[in-house]
C-alpha cells in the first residue's frame, strides 16, 4: 500500500494507496475526532487540499457507536467524506479523556467521559469496531504512557502493546477480513463531489492494520517495541506516545532509534503530532504521516499559522488591515477575506471566525506538506527546512 | 427601485432593483446581524439561494465601528458579499438591547449592551452610519413600542417615528447623498465570486431610505403614520413593531389596514417576521418584503423547517435515519446529509449541524418565497397558501 518515490537524506516522499484515493506523502491528517472536522464542512476540508482525515475509534464507539454508522452506510458515507480516512484505536483517548481506568492483559474497561457508564475495548473490539467504521487504515489498541513514566511500567505497557498488536493482527485475520467483510463507501449519484476520487465508485475496500511502537522515552524499548512489530510483518508503523511532554529533543532522538527499525517500504506515521517545526523536525528523520488538532483548535482561538509565523487574529493592530491572513497563501479564506473583517468576526465571538481560520490552518498544513515533498523529490529538503524555520518571525 | 409585475389579489409578485442586483419579491432576507450569518460562509448563503440580506446598524456602529467598515472598502466587501443588503437603523436594538435609553425629539442615548459604554443615535448619524456602511437599502431611526403599549405613548412614538423620517430624509438629501457619495463594492479579481451578480462590477451606488410605520397595534394610528410617510415620498415603506408579543390576529389586523394606504408602485416590507405561517398571510395582505432570524437561529437549536413541518434533529427517532431532512429539499445540506448524521452533530454539540441545519432553513425560506411568488404570478397564490398549511403536520 506503500510506494517510495524518492529520499533525501532519511526525508521520504512516497505514496499511500488507500480505497479512497492515493495519498502524496508526507501527509498531514486533519483531525475529525466526532467524524467532523470542527466547524468545516467536507467541501471546505477538500478545499483545503485534504486527502486524508483522522477520526477516532473511541468517540465514535460512545456515539453514535459504530453500529449506527455502519446502518448509515459506513464513516466515509456518515460525514460525507470521499477522501481516505485513518482511525485511531482509542488507546490513546482512554488514557487521556476515561475515568477510572483499569488495565488489564485482556484489555482496558473505563467508564465513559460522556455518560459515566461502564466501557471495554479489548485488541479484538477494537478490530470488530474500526472493520464497521469501515476506515481505510485502523489503529490496533495500544497503551498509551504518559511523560514521564518509570522505566518498569514502560516496559510493561510496551509488551501489552505488542501482544495486543498481535492479537489485534490475529484476529483481524481469523475474521477473514480483507475485500469482502470492508463496508463499500456508497456514492450517491445525488450528493455533490468533493472531488477528491474524481467521483469514482470504491467498489471494494481494503483495510489496512497499522502497528503502534510504544516504549515511552527509552531508547531500547522503542528499538525492541519496533523489531517486535516489524516480525509481525504490519502494513505500516505507527510511533505512540511522543509529544505528551518530553520536549523536541527528547521526541527527536526517539525518532532516530525508532524509525531505522522500520522497513524502508512501509509508511511511518507520527501520531499526534504536531506544530509545524516538529512536523520537519520528524520528515527529516523519515517519518511519513501525521495528525494533529492543532490547525483546528489552533483556529478555532484565532490563531493563525502563515508563512512568516503564528498570528494572533484577536490582536488589534489587525482592525483596519486590508491584507489576507496570509499574502502567500490562496486557501479560500486568504482570497475572499481581509484581516479586519477575520478580527470582527473573533472579536464579536462569531463562529464564521472559527471556521475560516481553521480552514486557513488546515490549507497550511497541507501546503506544508506539498512543500516538504517537493523539496524532498528535488533533493533540497534540507535547505527548505532551514529557510521555514527562518521564515517564521512572526509570533 | 420596484417594479410590480403581477397580483393575486392583494398579493403581489415584484422585482425590487438594487445596485447589488435585482431582487425578486416576494423576498425573505436571512439576517447577518454582527455583519455574517451566523456560523455559515456567504458562499453557503448564495447556495442556499438568498439574494438579499439583513445587517444591524446598531451592532456595527457599537463594533466594529461604521468607520472601520468604510476603511475596509464598506459592508459588502468587508464581509465579501456581492448580493444586496438592507441595514437596519437600530431603533429595534436600542429598545431591545440597550440599557438605560434616553428618548428625546432630538435622538436616542443607551448605554451599549457590549461594554456599557454612553452611545447617542440621531436621525442624521443613523443616515450618516448607513452610507458610511454602503447597504443598498437603509432604514431611518424609528421608536419601536413593545407590546401592550397605551395609546397615549404609541401616538407619541409615532409622532416621533415620523419627524424623524422626515429629518432622515431631509438629511440625506441636504448630505446630497445619491450616486456620488456612496461607496462602491470593489470587487477584487482575485476573490471567489459568490455568482449573484453574474460577477459584474457595480460602479455606482444609490442607497434606497425607506420610511417604517409605526402606531403600535392602533389602527388609526397606524393609517395616519402610514399617510403622513406617504406624503414625504419614500422610495418603500416598512411596517415595524409587529411581531412582538400581540399575535397573529392583530398583526394581520394592522397589515390590513396599513397596507392598502401604501402606493402600489413601492416595496412594502414587513419587519422582523417571521414563522412560515405568518409569512404566507403577510404576502396574503400584500407585503413583498421579510426578514427574520428564525431559520438561523432554530437551525441553531437542531429544529429544522421541512415541507411536512417543523423537526427537531435531536431527536432519537433521527438516530439511524437515512433520509434527507427534506426529501423535496435540493440544498447543499440535503443532497449531502442524512437526518442520522444530522442528528449525531446535534447529540455531539458539533457545529456543523448548526451550520448545515441554518443552511437548510435558509433555503427553505428562500423557496417558500419563489412558491408563493410563482403562485401569484399564475394566480393561484390562495390554493398555494392552503395547501402549505395543510401539508405542515409534522410537529
Not at 92 to 120: C, M, N, P, W, Y
Not at 217 to 240: H, K, N, S
Not at 349 to 354: D, Q, S
Request: with cysteine; charged share 25%.
Amino acid at each position: 500500500m506503500f510506494r517510495l518515490l524518492a529520499t533525501d537524506g532519511l526525508a521520504r516522499a512516497g505514496e499511500l494507496i488507500t480505497p479512497h484515493g492515493t495519498i502524496s506523502t508526507p501527509v498531514f491528517m486533519p483531525v475529525g475526532t466526532q467524524a467532523t472536522i470542527k466547524t468545516l464542512t467536507p467541501e471546505q476540508v477538500a478545499g483545503a487540499g485534504a486527502k486524508m482525515l483522522l477520526s477516532n475509534t473511541y468517540h465514535l464507539h460512545l456515539r453514535p457507536g459504530e453500529d449506527t454508522i455502519a446502518a448509515l452506510g459506513g464513516l466515509h458515507r456518515f460525514m460525507n467524506w470521499s477522501g481516505a480516512i485513518l482511525t485511531d484505536s482509542g488507546g490513546f483517548q482512554v488514557f487521556s479523556l476515561a475515568e477510572l481506568t483499569k488495565v488489564t492483559d485482556a484489555g482496558v474497561s473505563f467508564r465513559s467521559h460522556i455518560d459515566g457508564s461502564l466501557v471495554e475495548l479489548t485488541p479484538e473490539s477494537v478490530v470488530d469496531i474500526q472493520a464497521k467504521l469501515g476506515s481505510d487504515v485502523m489503529m490496533p489498541l495500544d497503551e498509551c504512557t504518559s511523560f514521564p513514566t518509570p522505566r518498569d511500567y514502560a516496559r510493561e505497557a510496551m509488551e501489552r502493546t505488542v501482544a495486543w498488536a498481535a492479537r489485534s493482527r490475529a484476529h483481524r485475520r481469523m475474521r477473514g477480513m480483507g475485500r469482502q467483510e470492508c463496508l463499500p463507501h456508497r456514492r450517491d449519484e445525488t450528493r455533490a463531489e468533493n472531488t477528491i476520487n474524481g467521483g469514482a465508485d470504491i467498489p471494494v475496500c481494503a483495510q489496512a492494520l497499522f502497528g503502534i511502537v510504544q516504549g515511552a522515552t527509552y531508547p531500547d524499548l522503542r528499538v525492541e517495541c519496533a523489531r517486535r512489530l516489524v516480525e509481525l510483518d504490519f502494513p505500516g508503523y505507527a510511533i505512540g506516545g511522543l509529544s505528551v511532554g518530553e520536549g523536541p529533543e527528547v521526541m527527536n532522538r526517539m525518532l532516530e532509534v525508532t524509525v531505522p527499525e522500520l522497513p524502508a517500504d512501509k509508511p511511518r506515521y507520527l501520531m499526534g503530532v504536531g506544530p509545524p517545526d516538529d512536523l520537519l523536525d520528524a520528515i527529516a528523520r523519515g517519518v511519513d504521516m501525521f495528525d494533529c488538532v492543532l490547525p483546528t483548535r489552533n483556529g478555532r482561538n484565532g490563531f493563525a499559522f502563515t508563512s512568516t509565523g503564528i498570528i494572533r487574529m484577536k490582536n488589534a493592530r489587525h482592525a483596519r488591515s486590508t491584507e489576507p491572513l496570509d499574502a502567500s497563501c490562496d486557501c479560500p479564506t486568504c482570497r475572499n477575506y481581509e484581516r479586519g473583517y477575520l478580527r470582527h468576526l473573533f472579536r464579536a465571538g462569531e463562529i464564521l471566525g472559527m471556521a475560516l481560520v481553521s480552514l486557513h490552518n488546515i490549507a497550511f498544513f497541507v501546503r506544508l506538506m506539498e512543500d516538504a515533498r517537493r523539496a524532498i523529490m528535488t533533493g533540497r529538503f534540507k535547505e527548505f527546512h532551514a529557510e521555514f524555520i527562518q521564515s517564521q518571525t512572526e509570533r
